[in-house]
């Protein structure tokens, strides 16, 4: 039996726009992979002619169009994402139990994963992207094109996000908000520069799990996963990043 392990990297998307809300999607193909060093493979999207103004969020699914996963179909396998210059990247890699790392898995295909596996088995990445806009009037003084949440994790292996600015106010950098422990256990603390109005935690289908106003934040009722941090400076910045618990 396979355990996958699965690291993503995503960004920008596409098309359909009312209002606050901009949606697009697309799919990849099955040639459009391609080996990522000795630890698994990954696909490149370019999404520039989508012409969104700010990171959207994004639903990934991995299937075979073909359906040819043996007693591994692939489906609905969630992700994170974090930005790219052209469109969005997503890594893939898999142990085959019970060995670690074995030259060839019981069914034959190399490992660790290859792109000419992925296209035997005719992989894609399906997704759609969802450019969000703040509502609140309070906010949008501040920041007319506010995301929901920018990134997740860097590239495989990298567990931690860059963190992101939602807007051009104010002098804070990139380095200005510090988030530890990582991960996280029963609270986490944060770090800033500058003042801040207030701490926003959502999952990673962008739902709002709290709003707080202390720096030292209880998570121990909060499933394992990841969960994105924004932090509202009072320069009317927003400083979006990951954390894990």
């Known amino acids: 039996m396979k355990t996958f392990l ?14 606050q809300i901009k949606i697009g999607q697309g799919v990849t193909s099955p040639a459009d992979w391609v080996d ?21 969020h994004y639903l990934v699914t991995l299937e075979s ?27 893939l890699r ?16 190399p490992n660790p994963l290859r792109a000419s596996t992925a296209a035997d088995r005719d992989w894609v990445i399906r997704w ?3 450019e969000m806009q703040d509502c609140s009037s309070s906010r949008l003084e501040n920041n007319e094109l506010s995301k929901v949440f920018s990134g997740a994790f860097g590239p495989e292996g990298d567990m931690l996000s860059s963190d992101k600015k939602e807007n051009g106010i104010g002098n804070h950098s990139e380095n200005d908000l510090k988030v530890f422990p990582i991960p996280g ?3 986490i603390k944060i770090q800033s520069k500058g003042e801040v109005n207030k701490y926003e935690i959502y999952d990673l289908n962008s739902r709002l799990l709290g709003t707080y106003y202390n720096n030292t934040i209880n998570i121990e009722k909060f499933p ?14 927003v400083i979006t990043k990951q954390f894990i618990k």
Request: hydrophobic content about 35%.
């Open 94 to 109: 898999w142990t085959d139990a019970p060995s670690d790392l074995p030259t060839v898995g019981s069914l034959n295909f």
């Open 65 to 91: 169009i073909s359906n040819k996963g043996f007693h591994w179909y692939i489906s609905g396998v969630p992700s994170v994402y974090n930005a790219t210059s052209t469109g969005f990247r997503v890594y």
């Open 185 to 187: 256990n029963k609270v």
């Open 128 to 130: 759609t992207a969802i």
């Open 36 to 56: 990522y060093n000795t630890t698994g493979i990954y696909v490149d999207v370019d999404t520039k002619s989508c012409e969104f103004t700010t990171t959207p």
């Open 224 to 237: 394992k996963g990841n969960y994105i941090l924004k932090t509202f400076m009072k320069s009317g910045e």
């Open 6 to 19: 699965f690291s993503f990297l995503l960004i920008f998307g596409y098309s359909i726009s009312n209002a």
